[in-house]
């Protein structure tokens, strides 16, 4: 492959002998794969997409949904030369990565505040939520956020490690009825006392600000709290720890509440790291790896965002998500809008857009779904069975006047004989016609190809210029192999 001086400028996928998606194209748009059960987006141009960006030395985040997709992607990899550089995040491993550690010791500005805890924790609760947008549950996610500031805030002024364990511990141990916290059995049990014994006991330690900070926290956990109606304040605590009960118990407790990490997002962008994030959701159940995926996606895109590419500094990342519907997160149009600037090639695949709208909380594909579909560049549709779908796709190459031909018989005129005429006019109609993209060749026994129309953003292909058509179409039909 010929080198670049620009790592953006390297070819990634070619789509003919003279049209090739650069990893610049990736980045400034994203990158949707569609297609039904069996059209071949995962072993065709999926599979020649990450094989692209590994060749191109890319690092990045492979986010498995089936239990073969930890398989397949190290196979790329060792055909790639680069199975030295993949990270198998799974419980076999032994990794450890503590999101939460992470966030307090991570290089950069922010790190080690408290706010920038509570924002993470936030997003990743709204990101945990089944469907978007209910105010009712915004409420809930805000008043679960307060309670977790004044717990993080004993915890730092305690010295004691920041967790999602300790965190759970701080907010269950909360006094629930107002002057509970002078009794003595919650003095002796809780972990709130606790903390707040050990900030005492460091009182010479503690700084103006810190004094400030305790006093606040103190008179919302020994007042406001025990004050709030016990179903209010049930619905609180079961907005948390809902998300975080499943890691108070062994494995994830280990894993994902260690205090430590194994690999970080720097090491993906500075050291070409690959992370396979091995928990796969059909086997460990949507709910449970759905929200240890966006755990470390949520990380891995927030750290990525803040660093800005310079060439020369990193190499950008990319990120892929097959069966994108099952992890999708409410903060995934956010990303796509400004990752660019960071150079991040995210890859979405789905088997169709009704997936999405659902996952949106639309019962067909709306404005939010819609939105997000419209930020990535790069669509590369194969054989898809959805009617939504097909005719999204063939919205979004167009429509353009043609001439329709008409033809019209009749009889009964003077001499009782037939009368017929022709004729023609300007119509508006499709470029391609929803139709066709049920129609694309899928891989079987005998053929390992499988047909797709690509769409860049409305650049046209060189391949499609002709004498007749010298500007070309903003289309192109593409047969992906699996071999």
């Excluded at 089936?66 to 990899?77: F, P, R």
């Excluded at 759970?168 to 002057?179: A, E, K, Q, V, Y």
Aim: glycine share 8%.
């Amino acid at each position: 492959m010929a080198q670049h001086a620009n790592i953006l400028d390297r070819p990634i996928l070619s789509l003919s002998d003279t049209d090739h998606l650069r990893l610049r194209d990736l980045v400034e748009g994203g990158t949707l794969i569609t297609g039904g059960l069996g059209s071949g987006k995962s072993s065709t141009s999926g599979k020649q997409l990450i094989s692209g960006l590994m060749r191109a030395g890319l690092g990045g985040v492979i986010h498995t949904v089936k239990g073969e997709d930890t398989e397949n992607v190290l196979a790329y990899a060792k055909e790639c030369r680069r199975e030295q550089d993949v990270i198998v995040f799974n419980e076999a491993s032994k990794l450890t990565f503590d999101p939460l550690a992470y966030e307090w010791s991570r290089p950069g500005r922010g790190a080690g505040d408290v706010e920038n805890i509570i924002e993470y924790f936030s997003a990743l609760l709204a990101a945990s939520s089944s469907h978007q947008g209910a105010s009712t549950e915004k409420f809930w996610e805000l008043a679960a956020a307060q309670a977790m500031r004044h717990a993080i805030h004993l915890i730092k002024l305690a010295q004691q490690p920041l967790s999602i364990v300790n965190i759970h511990r701080t907010i269950r141990s909360f006094p629930t009825r107002p002057g509970e916290h002078e009794e003595e059995s919650w003095i002796e049990r809780s972990f709130t006392a606790s903390l707040i014994n050990a900030i005492r006991a460091r009182k010479e330690t503690l700084s103006e600000a810190d004094w400030k900070d305790l006093e606040v926290a103190t008179e919302f956990v020994f007042y406001r709290w025990p004050s709030y109606d016990e179903k209010p304040r049930g619905s609180i605590e079961m907005t948390f720890f809902g998300m975080a009960d499943k890691f108070l118990f062994y494995p994830f407790r280990d894993i994902f509440s260690s205090g430590t990490y194994s690999f970080t997002p720097e090491q993906t962008t500075h050291e070409r790291k690959i992370i396979v994030v091995d928990f796969p959701v059909l086997q460990y159940g949507k709910e449970t790896a759905k929200t240890i995926q966006l755990m470390v996606k949520l990380t891995f895109q927030r750290a990525w965002l803040r660093h800005a590419y310079k060439p020369g500094c990193c190499n950008g990342a990319f990120l892929i998500q097959d069966e994108f519907q099952l992890l999708m997160s409410k903060l995934e149009n956010h990303f796509v809008q400004v990752c660019r600037g960071s150079a991040i090639a995210p890859v979405f695949m789905t088997q169709s857009i009704l997936n999405l709208a659902e996952e949106m909380g639309e019962a067909q594909p709306g404005s939010k779904t819609k939105a997000f579909l419209n930020n990535l560049a790069i669509k590369i549709a194969h054989r898809s069975i959805c009617p939504d779908t097909c005719t999204y796709l063939a919205d979004v190459i167009g429509k353009e006047y043609r001439f329709i031909d008409s033809y019209s018989a009749g009889g009964g005129g003077a001499n009782n004989a037939s009368q017929s005429s022709v004729g023609g006019a300007q119509q508006l109609v499709y470029i391609v016609e929803p139709s066709e993209f049920s129609r694309l060749a899928k891989p079987d026994g005998k053929s390992p190809y499988a047909a797709a129309i690509v769409y860049c953003g409305g650049a046209t292909f060189n391949a499609t210029k002709t004498p007749q058509n010298p500007k070309g179409r903003h289309y192109l039909s593409v047969l992906f192999s699996r071999e």
